[in-house]
């Protein structure tokens, strides 16, 4: 078997490791060994160097000074991959600040939808609530200001794939269980916030096959169903129990000042459901469904 041109490639970025630095704005370096802090997972560096944990990116992104700014993407939500700093630390990070609500049908390129909705405030829910789960999977994510407009600041996670990439460049996840049970947790995240928009290039890959979810603008739909239930069939049960803890006041607490509060009540719905699909599952097939 011959090994595509494609892969032999990544393979040789992969060990170049210099490309975290060309990606990544200098900045001072401790070894991730000494510095990681248990709420972080151990990616290639991305969160532990030189943070120590979200709340400290939290608090980068919402105080550093912004000295680059550099269009992202296809211009659809215009997004702004800034430069971030604050003393000898330097990080991209993504800007959004749209906020498009519109009632009834709207034609867009893949069909028509109704009441739209592409907000960077479901940037930041989205967020808020994969804390709320203690899921890990979506990148740091502030409220932030920029040029006038109120938006969502997200940290760049540097030295990734995005699902795309690695489709054309035809690779294979090492550990195939671990990585199904990435894109299960996936389905599930989807499934509750109502994803509309997981193509193929908002998935990010580390390095070590970690799965980071992005672009969660368009979510929260005011639907009561769950989307994507063909994929719902393999769960975590520690993320299905801290689902089933979700309750109204949490939400509000954390996530109400970017969802309306039917926008949270949805949720609870599609909570509901999935609490639901969980449990018949697991009576079917118990154990073989589910992962820690
Ligand atoms: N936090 C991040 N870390 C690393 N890469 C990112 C991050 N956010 C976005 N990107 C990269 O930028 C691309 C575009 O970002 P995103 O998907 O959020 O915008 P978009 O809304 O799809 O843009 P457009 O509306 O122009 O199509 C992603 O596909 C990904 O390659
Ligand atoms: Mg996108």
Known sequence: MTIPKSAFFVLLLCLLHPIVQAETPPTSVTPASTTLSKNITATNGIYSLPFHSREEIENFLKSAKIIKDKMLGEGI????????????????????SIDDRRFGITQLSGGAEV?????????????ELDKLIRLNMVPVTVE????????????????????DDRLKKNLTPPDRLSWRRELAKMHVFDALIYNSDRNQGNLLITSDWKLFMIDHSRTFKNLDILRGAQDLNYFSRSMMDSIKK???????????????????????????????????????????????
Request: aromatic share 12%.
């Open 144 to 163: 932030r200001a920029y040029k006038g407009s109120k938006g969502s600041l997200q940290i760049w996670v540097p030295n990734c794939m995005t699902e």
């Open 77 to 96: 939500t215009n997004p702004h991959k800034l430069t971030l700093e604050e003393g000898n630390i330097q990080r991209y990070g993504v800007f959004k």
């Open 246 to 292: 979700l309750d109204k006041a949490s939400l509000m607490q954390h996530c109400g000042h970017y969802l309306m509060t039917t926008e949270i009540e949805t949720m609870l719905k599609r909570r509901d459901l999935l609490v639901q699909l969980y449990n018949k599952v697991l009576a079917e097939r118990g154990d073989a469904a589910t992962f820690p």
């Open 115 to 127: 009441d739209f909705k592409d907000s960077w405030k479901f940037e930041v829910a989205a967020y």
